[in-house]
């Protein structure tokens, strides 16, 4: 119940319409796949699959509530790979041990991340990469990136594959960011689906509770991109293979829920690209595309 969906073609699958089988017959064009299993400042994870195996991106949820999503959305806990981790704030790593013990799975966090008192403590056996490394992890290629938030060695990644059959597809994940980096605008061009931050509403923001000191650091280049710049990185992350684009760690109160949803699709719109745009939820998992 309440499981969110952007599928639109749900009804072709009867065993779907049913409400079970999460696990659909992914076109071969469309190898990956995007759930993101919550995004906020309460928590943040999301699983990348692929046809070797899924990724789990950050583990800001218990080991109970992180298999109750994976449930949830129909994903098998064992076929999950690797844990790979965007930056040491506690809403990203704080079911970090449990969940990589638990799954039984490394856990991948670059340099300065892994260095951080935080992260030491929840994955001391953490392996780590640069801030521009490209990996492979479950057959998936991994492509890091710096992104500009208040934290040791924050990054975002652009996942790929590459069929033996020359298909390929590529999504990009880019949330806990003040801005758009040059680095994240070129990794992030020509994805088929993309996980952007939409944080706050700029106005919703200044007039709101937070205190001063908050307002500025949340508004600030290392900070949380807004729903107006995550409008515009879009603009610049433009092209006519996108078809799905998700606003990522909306503020639960700086921000509403169809927000973010209409400044992206206002500007897919303006550009006459065909794509489609939703936003994650705090408390409900989303099966992106
Ligand atoms: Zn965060
Ligand atoms: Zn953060």
Request: aromatic share 4%; hydrophobic share 40%.
């Amino acid at each position: 119940m309440g499981l969110m969906t952007t599928r639109a073609d749900d009804k072709s699958n009867p065993q779907k319409a049913s409400g079970e089988a999460q696990a659909e017959q992914r076109p071969a064009s469309h190898p990956l796949r995007l759930t993101v299993l919550g995004s906020g400042s309460k928590g943040n994870c999301a699983v990348v699959s692929g046809p070797e195996g899924a990724l789990l991106i950050d583990a800001g949820f218990s080991k109970k509530e992180t298999l109750r999503r994976l449930e949830l959305v129909g994903i098998d806990p064992a076929n999950i790979k690797a844990l790979i981790v965007t930056h040491e704030h506690s809403d990203h790593i704080k079911g970090l041990g449990v969940v990589g013990r638990g799954l039984k799975v490394p856990v991948y966090a670059s340099r300065g991340t892994a260095s951080t008192s935080g992260l030491r403590r929840q994955a001391p056996e953490a392996i780590t990469f640069g801030n521009e490394d490209e990996l492979t992890l479950a057959g998936i290629s991994v492509k890091v990136f710096p992104t500009s938030h208040d934290a040791a060695d924050p990054v975002g990644f652009r996942f790929s594959w590459a069929g033996a059959d020359g298909s390929r597809d590529d999504i990009g994940y880019l949330t806990d960011s003040g801005v758009l980096t040059g680095a994240a605008e070129e990794a992030l061009r020509e994805v088929r689906v993309l996980a952007i931050e939409a944080n706050h509403d700029p106005q919703m923001l200044a007039t709101g509770p937070y205190p001063y000191v908050l307002k500025q650091r949340i508004s600030s280049a290392t900070g949380h991109l807004s729903n107006t710049q995550s409008a515009e990185g879009l603009t610049r992350l433009l092209s006519d293979r996108l078809e799905s684009v998700v606003a990522m760690h909306l503020s639960e109160t700086n921000n509403l829920h169809e927000l973010p949803v209409q400044s992206l699709s206002a500007a897919l719109e303006r550009a006459g690209v065909a794509a489609r745009a939703t936003a994650a939820w705090q408390g409900l998992p989303v099966s992106v595309g």
